[in-house]
């Protein structure tokens, strides 16, 4: 099993990144988060987790150990492959998960794409308390407005990752400003970058 690798980043795709080590090239799928911090050319070391399925290999990369341990376990909820355990790392943080569960806030889980009200249910019940406590006070990455829902929305409709959309907006929510204010200031935030 691949649990770990280092070295050089080749090529970004997305979700992917191809990681040249020792004359190979590792195809990994990675968060929006993790590729945001990525650059051509530059090193990298990523703990990774080796899915293997019947007809495929897949590699998954992430920066924390952490990251790739909360990965392993939210595959064992019943419904949660390793794409959705991925998309719910794309939007929350091991740490910002595990307040959610703890809170038992199911709407602040929804907010993952592929996550309805009985998958968030299932992440309560299941996982519960396995992921331990926070290690830091983070503060909520997922806005809880309806324009602020509206405003991701449109930004993904954009072009923008979930990831990268949530976070523009997170900083925006709660400054009472209209759905088309908060979408030109969010715009202007992002700049002319796709992430």
């Keep these: 099993m691949i649990s770990y690798l280092t070295g050089q980043v080749h090529a970004l795709k997305g979700d992917r990144a ?5 004359g190979f090239g590792f195809d990994v799928s990675i968060t929006g988060r993790a ?3 990525m650059r051509h050319g530059a090193a990298v070391e990523l703990y990774t987790s080796l899915v ?3 007809d495929s290999l897949t590699l998954y990369g992430f920066p924390t150990e952490d990251e790739r341990d909360t990965f392993e376990l939210l595959q064992t909820v019943s419904g949660v492959g390793p794409r959705l355990a991925l998309a719910i790392l794309d939007v929350f943080t091991p740490d910002d998960l595990r307040l959610a569960l703890a809170d038992k806030n ?12 009985k998958s968030a249910q299932r992440l309560i019940l299941e996982i519960g308390d396995k ?10 990455v997922a806005p809880s407005s309806e324009t602020a829902d509206e405003v991701i929305a449109a930004l993904v409709n954009l072009g923008w990752q979930q990831s ?7 900083d925006l929510d709660g400054l009472e400003l209209s759905t088309s204010d908060m979408l030109r200031t969010a715009l202007v935030n992002l700049g002319g970058t796709r992430g």
């Design 18 to 22: 191809v990681i040249i080590n020792g």
């Design 106 to 117: 199911e709407k602040q889980l929804q907010r993952v794409p592929g996550v309805g009200k």
């Design 52 to 54: 293997v399925r019947e």
């Design 164 to 170: 990268v959309a949530t976070r523009a907006v997170a």
């Design 35 to 37: 590729a945001s911090d």
């Design 131 to 140: 992921l331990g406590p926070a290690t830091a006070q983070s503060k909520p």
